[in-house]
């Protein structure tokens, strides 16, 4: 049994409502669990996990586990750096791969020891879509976690040339209010309607615009 696992991950990042129910899980493979919001808090142990987390770790933080890993929702060396998922979703993509990494100095740079892919029909809000790859990243986890130590051999260096992906801003929600929706359904697929919901600006106003999913209401008689 493992020393420790510590699972890192930022404050408000979505990934958050998918730690606590796992956390007990992993009693199993190590004797104590721990779970931060900052890199500084990290502690000499075994194997830590930075799932949303957007923070630099220096390398005297990573020097402190034996095993540091990523999951990025993108076929490295291709589309690193932010938000994949989106960016992805915004070139036309609906198979995104996610692969889980070990964390090294530069960012997005290390090595591969797992791979899945994530298939959405084109119609999904950012929501659902974050529902899959929480599941997705929460299970790559888990397969390292049950296959450690001898997946480690499995790793694979990233090959081809690195492209990244910039962070998003409020500005990147902009719509054209003179091009039609579906012609920017995918910007508004990937528009977090709480952080930064679509908007168009029109004779000098600016309005905001939230899709959300209808829900099927049924009749008083209980059928649709």
Excluded at 45 to 70: K, T
Aim: hydrophobic residues 35%; aromatic residues 8%.
């Amino acid at each position: 049994m493992l020393k420790q696992i510590t699972v890192v991950s930022d404050r408000k990042n979505w990934i958050n409502e998918h730690i606590p129910p796992w956390l007990p899980s992993l009693k199993k493979y190590a004797a104590e669990i721990v779970w931060t919001h900052e890199v500084s808090d990290l502690t000499n142990g075994d194997i830590a996990f930075f799932l949303g987390c957007e923070q630099i770790v220096p390398p005297r933080l990573l020097a402190l586990n034996l095993h540091n890993l990523v999951v990025h929702a993108s076929d490295l060396p291709k589309g690193k750096g932010w938000s994949p998922l989106t960016w992805r979703i915004l070139e036309g993509d609906n198979e995104i791969p996610v692969v889980l990494f070990e964390a090294a100095e530069k960012v997005d740079d290390g090595p591969i020891y797992l791979r899945e892919m994530l298939e959405f029909r084109g119609t999904e809000l950012i929501d659902e879509m974050r529902q899959s790859l929480g599941k997705t990243t929460i299970s790559l986890c888990n397969q390292f976690l049950q296959g450690y130590p001898s997946v480690i051999a499995t790793a694979e260096s990233q090959q081809g040339e690195s492209t990244y992906y910039p962070r998003r801003t409020p500005n990147d929600s902009k719509l054209d209010p003179d091009r039609t929706i579906r012609e920017q359904f995918r910007l508004m697929r990937v528009a977090d309607n709480a952080r930064y919901p679509c908007y168009f600006e029109l004779d000098g106003c600016t309005f905001e615009i939230k899709v959300e999913r209808k829900k099927e209401l049924k009749g008083i008689d209980g059928r649709n």
